[in-house]
């Protein structure tokens, strides 16, 4: 069994959140697990399936019509406008599926890290904080407060420059009975001149280690076009943005 390394696409916000969704929904080998690496036709920003529109609408930023969707899976809102972003789909029966949500962050992030550091980047990943209550994460997880932005502030094993602190990627995570679904985006200009090809397949080579399986070229699985437009039509309704 292989990670099944897919073809880049790029699609509009709505698009490039259903077909996501529908990797981990539809994909018709339920046991290989996928991942890829997708580009945005517009400037973008996404934000987590809990996050209040009213929030998220505050602090865009006011320069711009922005392709906006609301995410499957949780965190706060990412600017995609110089971003890198990946989909990694882990069916059930895989180990980094069964851990818990702060193990399968922590795990991926390792990979990702130890892939910018081979680019030159002083990578690491942000400590747990020692004592007290996760307030940022509580605010993050509401889009009750700045910490809803994603690359504005860390959360503990969001990796970051080692010397300056500051954030270099951050994820979300959905769980649900088909298996796992984490959707990462690093932010380039924290990261800094590398060569993305190279980083793409180190990246994707260490995480078909960390599942345990090989890493393989694949061509797009079977999935019906006309439920991927569906899906991407709802995802860009007025009723799924603004449904919080």
């Not at 679904?181 to 994707?204: E, K, N, T």
């Not at 080579?205 to 090989?214: E, K």
């Amino acid at each position: 069994m292989n990670l099944g390394i897919l073809p880049v696409r790029t699609g509009s916000a709505a698009e490039n959140m259903a077909l996501d969704f529908l990797l981990l929904q539809r994909h018709p080998d339920p046991g290989a697990p996928l991942f890829r690496h997708y580009r945005w036709r517009s400037p973008a920003f996404t934000f987590g399936y809990s996050q209040k529109i009213s929030f998220v609408r505050s602090r865009l930023p006011g320069d711009g019509a922005w392709d906006i969707c609301r995410r499957p899976t949780g965190g706060g809102i990412v600017d995609h406008r110089d971003d890198w972003t990946f989909a990694l789909v882990v069916p059930r029966g895989h180990v980094l599926e069964e851990v818990r949500a702060a193990e399968s962050y922590r795990a991926v992030h390792d990979c990702l890290a130890a892939s910018l550091r081979a680019q030159g980047v002083e990578a690491a990943l942000k400590p747990a904080a020692v004592a007290g209550p996760p307030v940022a994460a509580v605010a993050a997880a509401s889009g009750a407060g700045p910490a809803g932005v994603c690359f504005e502030s860390a959360e503990p094993s969001d990796v970051i420059h080692a010397r300056s602190g500051a954030k270099i990627a951050g994820a979300a995570q959905k769980r649900n009975k088909r298996g796992l679904l984490f959707q990462g985006s690093i932010w380039r200009p924290a990261a800094g001149a590398i060569d993305w090809d190279a980083f793409h397949d180190d990246f994707a080579a260490r995480l078909a280690a960390l599942i345990g399986v090989g890493a393989a070229r694949v061509p797009w699985p079977e999935i019906s076009e006309e439920e991927a437009e569906g899906l991407a039509e709802r995802y860009a309704s007025p009723e799924w943005i603004g449904s919080r």
